[in-house]
């Protein structure tokens, strides 16, 4: 069985809470976090890729929920 493969919206309280939540979660996978600050500075908590907001239309093939 493939894994669902997530992005996050926004990394806030509550985009912080569901990368932790999500991280422990065996089915599922962390594609990135989106953004629309500056990626670079937006450190996340499991070391997944920060991304421009803009950029997840471009990655909506590598994304299954959102």
């Not at 809470?17 to 670079?40: C, K, N, Q, W, Y």
């Amino acid at each position: 069985m493939s894994k669902i493969r997530v992005g996050i919206a926004g990394y806030g309280n509550i985009g912080r809470g569901v990368e932790t939540a999500l991280s422990r979660a065996e089915d599922m996978e962390i594609v990135g976090v989106f953004t629309r600050r500056d990626p670079a500075s937006v450190k996340t908590v499991t070391g997944v890729k920060v991304y421009r907001l803009d950029d997840a239309e471009d990655m909506r093939n590598d994304i299954d929920v959102m």
